[in-house]
C-alpha cells in the first residue's frame, strides 16, 4: 500500500512540474510573440546590484530604444549605439568613442537587442510566484543556466500577464549578488528619424575615436 502510494506521489509531482514547464514556456512564447510584433520598443528603466554580505548596494537609471537588433542606450553616463554591424561606445566626460563588434563583447555583457528575448536559449524554466506589484499582475518564470553557471545561479523573470510584457529581470548570483532590472514608461512603435541608429562622426569633432 505504502509503495502505491508512493508512486502515486511521485506521479502526481511529476504531472504538476510537467504542468509548470508547460505554463512558462506558452507565457514565455506569448511576450516574444508580442515584443516582436512591435516595429520598436522605448523604455526607461532601474537597475540595483545588491550584495548585502558583502554591504554592497548601487543604483542606476538609464533608458533604450530597440528597433530589431539596433539599439541605443543611455547607461552609465555613456551612450552606446549598435548600428546593426558595429557598435559605438560614446563617453562624453572623456570626450571618447570606441568601436567594436558584437562577436567582441564579454559573453557577460548585457546586450540591449536580447533583452527581451534571452530566454529563448540556453535555459530551463519553471513557473514561479505571481505577485501584485502597483496594481498589477506580475507572474514569474524562474530560469536556470543550461550548461549550469559558475556566476548565475539562477533569474526571475517578471512578466505582466495583463499586457504580456516583460517587467522585471532578477538575476541571482552564486556569490550572493542579486542584480534586479525594472523596465519602467514603455512605449511601442513609436516615429524615429530614418538616421536615429546611425553614427554620425561629424556630431563628435573633438572626440577621440578608438577603432
Do not use: C
Not at 32 to 51: A, C, G, P, Q, T
Not at 67 to 75: T, V
Amino acid at each position: 500500500m505504502k509503495t502505491k502510494l508512493f508512486t502515486l506521489a511521485l506521479f502526481i509531482s511529476y504531472t504538476a512540474l510537467g504542468q509548470g514547464f508547460e505554463q512558462a514556456k506558452t507565457l514565455l512564447d506569448q511576450v516574444s510573440k508580442e515584443m516582436k510584433s512591435h516595429e520598436n520598443i522605448r523604455f526607461d528603466f532601474s537597475y540595483v546590484l545588491e550584495n548585502k554580505k558583502e554591504q554592497i548596494r548601487q543604483e542606476m537609471e538609464g533608458n533604450v530604444t530597440l528597433a530589431g537588433d539596433r539599439y541605443k542606450l543611455n547607461f552609465l553616463d555613456a551612450i552606446q549605439l549598435f548600428d546593426g554591424n558595429k557598435i559605438y561606445t560614446i563617453v562624453p566626460e572623456n570626450e571618447e568613442i570606441t568601436i567594436s563588434f558584437p562577436e567582441d563583447e564579454d559573453d557577460v555583457s548585457v546586450n540591449p537587442s536580447k533583452l527581451l528575448s534571452f530566454y529563448e536559449e540556453g535555459y530551463g524554466y519553471e513557473w514561479d510566484i505571481e505577485q501584485r506589484v502597483m496594481g498589477r499582475n506580475i507572474q514569474y518564470i524562474k530560469l536556470m543556466p543550461n550548461p549550469v553557471s559558475d556566476e548565475v545561479k539562477y533569474l526571475l523573470l517578471g512578466i505582466d500577464i495583463d499586457r504580456i510584457q516583460v517587467y522585471r529581470l532578477i538575476e541571482v548570483g552564486v556569490n550572493g549578488t542579486l542584480t534586479t532590472l525594472t523596465l519602467k514608461n514603455q512605449e511601442f512603435d513609436i516615429s524615429l528619424p530614418p538616421n536615429y541608429f546611425v553614427f554620425d562622426a561629424k556630431a563628435y569633432p573633438n572626440y577621440y575615436i578608438n577603432d
